[in-house]
Nanobody
């Protein structure tokens, strides 16, 4: 049984920081690309950042220079460090694990940035 459990969301003022964590179980974590997606009310879920099994990273233009994705294979954990947060970063953030045709999602964690 695959589980992705996110934590670290919350309410923060604009300009502040949060670090999201996602712990995976039931998969060979080191083989999976891991990603963070977000979904704001009334909008589609979109990619925020992704890290390959080899450590290569990809970011949405809107978060480049502010967010950093990293992974710790020994702990089956992927992180998203979010700095200089803006109100437009407010969304539910979802952890994703992908290997070939297998896609798994966490339950999401709410991030709210107040102005």
């Amino acid at each position: 049984q695959v589980q992705l459990v996110e934590s670290g969301g919350g309410l923060v003022q604009a300009g502040g920081s949060l670090r999201l964590s996602c712990v995976a179980s039931g998969i060979t974590f080191s083989s999976y690309a891991m990603g963070w997606y977000r979904q704001a009310p009334g909008k589609q879920r979109v990619l925020v950042a992704r890290i390959s099994s080899g450590g290569s990273t990809t970011y949405a233009d809107s978060v480049k220079g502010r967010f950093t994705i990293s992974r710790e294979n020994a702990k089956n954990t992927v992180y998203l460090q979010m700095n200089s947060l803006k109100p437009e970063d407010t969304a539910v953030y979802y952890c994703n694990a992908n290997y070939e045709r297998s896609w798994y999602w966490g339950q999401g964690t709410q991030v709210t940035v107040s102005s």
